[in-house]
């Protein structure tokens, strides 16, 4: 089994910043892809930022400029820094990660955080 576990999530005033981290933990061979998924409500789950393992990115065209997704390899982790917030940028965001096990790293399974909740309010 593989464990993501996000933290960093909270309540911030429209314009300031927030830095959302996730760390992996388990029999990991390998990440592929490790970022962000956010869900508000009324709306369906999105990508928010992603990042290979060669670091490659995406981003959301609602957050591209204002969010940076950054990556620890060594320590399986997956940073967001979020800039320059805006209310509807609240939501709760999820970890995702497409991982390689020891056990059959032939295979690859996307596993999720639990989700913490990012609220933008004044």
């Known amino acids: 089994q593989v464990q993501l576990v996000e933290s960093g999530g909270g309540l911030v005033q429209p314009g300031g910043s927030l830095r959302l981290s996730c760390a992996a933990s388990?029999?990991?061979?390998?990440?592929?892809?490790m970022g962000w998924y956010r869900q508000a409500p009324g709306k369906q789950r999105e990508l928010v930022a992603t990042m290979t393992s060669g670091g490659n990115t995406n981003y959301a065209d609602s957050v591209k400029g204002r969010f940076t997704v950054s990556r620890d390899n060594a320590k399986n982790t997956v940073y967001l820094q979020m800039n320059s917030l805006k209310p509807e940028d609240t939501a709760v965001y999820y970890c995702?990660?497409?991982?390689?096990?020891?056990?059959?790293?032939?295979?690859?399974?996307?596993?999720w955080g639990q989700g913490t909740q990012v609220t933008v309010s004044s």
């Open positions: 995702n990660a497409d991982v390689r096990l020891l056990q059959n790293p032939e295979d690859q399974y996307r596993y």
């Open positions: 388990g029999s990991i061979f390998s990440i592929t892809v």
